[in-house]
């Protein structure tokens, strides 16, 4: 008969504990809207808000004397444009990953934010699960090209008629066909690209050179 390995007194294996909670600061100028995401945040096992400003001139103070992993930047603020805190944010913070969040998304602001460190730029009344996945670390697909996905013209078609800033119905009318048949190529295209938004996706295939961005820069 075998024996039992003999046990040592004193002795405990390790467990290991839970992983520390991402942190994260929310720069925003409405109150309601951050109380909700900082609110949101805290509900997640994982993540919790470590700060909030609502205006630059706060950001600068709050952000320079709080530790966190993650920023979540309002592009338009009562006192200036949410993107010229983010050089200053890779020079105090350069571990940090910075959201961009806007209510008039455009593809040129969105080259900007990203061409200034952002990894991603999304829009406000996009989905909240897309502001979570990239806080969590989740690739941005504007942030990382992917290589050069192939494209039918009538692809083709649709993601120029987004560059130009169309939405689906317009879209549907100018070329001739369906609603339903439109969304399927948007769906398409978002999933060639590796896109969360049709932004995005319009952002990461001007980087491909497949399209250009109409507005000033």
Do not use: N, Y
Not at 46 to 72: K, M, N, Q, W, Y
Not at 159 to 166: F, K, S, T, V
Not at 178 to 184: A, I
Request: proline letters at 7%; hydrophobic letters at 45%.
């Amino acid at each position: 008969m075998s024996e039992s390995p003999p046990q040592i007194s004193g002795v405990r294996t390790p467990v290991a504990g839970p992983a520390p909670r991402r942190s994260v600061f929310v720069l925003d100028d409405h109150r309601v809207f951050t109380d909700m995401l900082s609110l949101t945040l805290g509900m997640q096992p994982d993540l919790r808000c470590v700060g909030v400003a609502h205006s630059l001139a706060e950001a600068l103070r709050t952000a320079a004397a709080t530790e966190f992993d993650v920023a979540i930047v309002d592009r338009q603020l009562p006192d200036g444009d949410g993107l010229t805190l983010l050089p200053w944010l890779r020079m105090v913070h350069p571990h940090v990953r910075t959201v961009v969040l806007t209510a008039h998304p455009r593809p040129d602001a969105a080259e900007r934010a990203l061409t200034e460190g952002a990894v991603a730029f999304l829009p406000k009344d996009g989905s909240l699960s897309d502001i979570l996945a990239v806080v969590r670390g989740g690739t941005s697909a504007s942030a990382d090209v992917a290589p050069r996905p192939t494209l039918t013209g009538r692809e083709l078609d649709v993601l120029r008629a987004l560059a130009r800033g169309l939405d689906a119905h317009r879209i549907a009318g100018d070329l001739g066909i369906s609603l339903h048949t439109t969304r399927d190529h948007i769906k398409m295209l978002l999933a060639k690209l590796g896109a969360h938004t049709q932004l995005e996706a319009v952002v990461v295939a001007h980087r491909l050179g497949v399209v250009e961005l109409d507005g000033p820069g």
